[in-house]
């Protein structure tokens, strides 16, 4: 199975409520399109079901809409990030103390790059 | 380390709170060899035209279309994208260069958060590469070539490096045969590679 439009398409029609145009998916910014080429990638891979993906997604969605989101569509992505983040997870890849390290390590990659220049992950951002 | 979510300083790149998410499950999921970061990159690129509202494309429209709107763009292309409802992120400023046949512009930073992606799209997957960014310092005119577009001798090409405060717009050349185009079909013709200076506006015939 490879990584390409039509299995982004076909995610997207076996995910109703995802952002689409009559072609496929369309993202509100960047991050949005890597958070779904990961995903993509992953039930690529046989990781999850699409059945699997989407209950995650509806259970972090509702957990938003208790805790307040105003569910708009707006907040889609963030939700989908979250499902993702918790897949990983359940599915014993990175536990959510991994994922904090490394986007800890972004973080300090970030700060220490000057601006313009490519923000490369190093050994001493896990510091 | 600076954890603080507001703290905004210009001398360093930085990161949302969702790109660092992002990019942390990135290099896991890359290191454990779940994904191809390259794969990745590939799908990512076919949604060029499907990230962001792409707000450039009706701006260089209608500067192609109304030469008093065209004027406040070349003299403050903030002020003027904001005009069209579009508003940039607090501080940043926005400069419009226009392509003339004398001579041609081009823009090369893009790797952080200064590429101005809700005026003009996703970035190009190779505009994050240092050899990229070296290889248009030194021979633009080739790597324009590269692309497919070739420019008269005579057309100076002129090379532009974002600042922390300064993004650039290319505008392009507003192509023959389409006198009397509404803002609507000129905006079709107006691609994010025009509006970066590696490409062209398309013609007529290519969206016919």
Redesign the interface.
């Known amino acids: 199975m490879t990584?390409?439009?039509a299995a982004?398409r076909r995610a997207a029609d076996a995910l109703p409520g995802l952002p689409r145009?009559a072609?496929?998916?369309?993202?509100?910014?960047?991050?949005?399109?890597?958070?779904f080429?990961?995903t993509?990638?992953?039930h690529a891979?046989g990781?999850f079901t699409w059945g699997e993906w989407a209950a995650m997604l509806a259970d972090e969605i509702k957990r938003a809409q208790a805790a307040g989101d105003p569910d708009t569509g707006e907040t889609y992505y963030?939700h989908w990030?979250a499902a993702?983040?918790r897949m990983?997870a359940v599915k014993g890849?990175?536990d959510s103390g991994?994922?904090?390290r490394?986007?800890?390590?972004?973080?300090?990659a970030?700060?220490?790059?000057?601006?313009?220049?490519?923000?490369v992950?190093a050994p001493e951002d896990f510091d | 380390?600076?954890?603080d979510p507001h703290h905004h300083d210009?001398?360093?790149?930085?990161?949302?709170e969702?790109?660092?998410?992002?990019?942390?499950?990135?290099?896991?999921?890359t290191q454990?060899g779940?994904?191809?970061p390259a794969?990745?990159d590939?799908?990512?690129e076919?949604?060029e035209t499907?990230?962001?509202p792409r707000n450039g494309a009706r701006v260089v429209a209608r500067a192609w279309s109304d030469p008093g709107y065209r004027a406040r763009l070349l003299a403050d292309a903030t002020l003027a994208i904001a005009e069209l409802g579009y508003l940039g992120r607090q501080g940043e400023h926005i400069v419009a260069l226009e392509n003339t046949p004398r001579c041609h512009h081009m823009v090369v930073?893009t790797?952080?958060s200064?590429y101005p992606?809700p005026v003009l799209g996703?970035?190009p997957v190779w505009y994050?590469s240092?050899p990229y960014r070296s290889r248009v310092v030194a021979d633009p005119r080739g790597v324009l070539r590269d692309f497919g577009v070739e420019l008269p001798t005579g057309t100076e090409i002129r090379v532009w490096?974002?600042?922390?405060e300064i993004r650039y717009l290319v505008v392009p050349m507003r192509p023959a045969g389409t006198e009397g185009w509404s803002e609507e079909r000129l905006a079709a013709l107006v691609t994010r590679d025009s509006m970066i200076g590696t490409g062209l506006a398309r013609t007529p015939a290519e969206v016919a």
């Open positions: 990584l390409d439009p982004a145009d072609e496929g998916p369309v993202f509100g910014a960047p991050w949005e399109a890597q958070a080429a990961m993509l990638a992953l891979r990781l963030r990030l993702l983040e990983v890849v990175a991994t994922l904090a490394y986007r800890d390590a972004w973080d300090h970030a700060d220490r790059t000057p601006h313009g220049r490519p923000i992950l | 380390m600076s954890r210009h001398d360093h790149s930085e990161l949302s969702t790109e660092l998410r992002v990019r942390a499950l990135e290099s896991i999921l454990k779940y994904v191809d794969a990745l590939l799908l990512i076919t949604y499907k990230v962001g930073c790797l952080c200064c992606w996703l970035p994050k240092a490096d974002s600042t922390a």
